[in-house]
């Protein structure tokens, strides 16, 4: 079976990059209805050299960082890429220009399905460059959605939280109790219709928690565009 073969940049984190490995792998399979896995090529870079970049505001070494990550996928024989973090989407604009072969963005493919669902006014949740950045909320601006964060006192503790737990598979019950609490403060306050986990891995802290509005998963999100993708003749 001929399909296009996919790069992903992983590493950014490592627990992410287990999950679209396995469901890309398993959901090609599932589609094709076949007991065939696609072929793939996995570029695992450092999340911590990602947040550094950002954290020094480097987005030209930041950009460089990835596009040699990119250029290295290609040279494999990938024909598309994506990003398996959301945080490096803040240079996802200069990168896909530099790049040489097509990217998939997973912020765009977020909105994409926000709009499907008629969503006006979302909760943004993810690192503090997510968070404190634009490039998230211009993609949802572009459609007409609002996006609603943190406060500053939450940003700071959602950030800490994902980059010396979560980013390590941690998942510590104090800590999903406030995450719960800071979101359902939002949802009362400012009336969101849905809570995106704009982190790959704040479905680990979500897991099993309910709210009284639906999450947006976009790591999900993104490996069933991906799946397809690979799929198109």
């Known amino acids: ?18 999950v679209y490995y396995k469901g890309i792998e398993y959901g090609v399979q599932q589609k ?70 097509p990217l998939i963005s997973m912020v765009d493919t977020a909105r994409d399905f926000a709009v ?15 968070m404190e950045g634009v490039f998230f909320q211009n993609s949802f601006a572009k459609r007409g959605i609002d996006v609603v964060t943190p406060n500053a006192k939450e940003k700071n503790y959602i950030g800490t939280k994902i980059e010396t737990e979560l980013e390590f598979g941690k998942v510590l019950p104090d800590t999903q109790q406030k995450f719960k609490e800071i979101v359902e403060r939002i949802i009362r306050e400012e009336q969101v219709q849905a809570v995106v986990l704009g982190c790959t891995e704040l479905p680990l802290i979500f897991d099993g928690v309910e709210l009284s509005v639906p999450y947006i998963d976009v790591m999900q999100v993104h490996i069933d565009v991906l799946v397809d993708l690979i799929m198109r003749d």
């Open 32 to 101: 094709s209805g076949r007991s065939f896995f696609p072929n793939l090529a996995i570029e695992s870079l450092s999340v911590f050299d990602i947040l550094g970049f950002c954290e020094r505001q480097d987005h030209a070494g930041l950009t460089a960082y990835l596009l040699k990550g990119i250029s290295n996928l290609a040279a494999a024989g990938a024909q598309y890429g994506a990003l398996t973090g959301i945080t490096p989407h803040i240079v996802f604009d200069e990168l896909a220009k530099a790049s040489p072969v």
């Open 116 to 130: 499907a669902h008629g969503y006006g006014k979302i909760c943004l949740l993810g690192t503090l460059p997510t």
């Open 1 to 18: 079976m001929e399909m296009n073969k996919l790069g992903l940049i992983g590493g950014t984190g490592p627990e992410s990059t287990i």
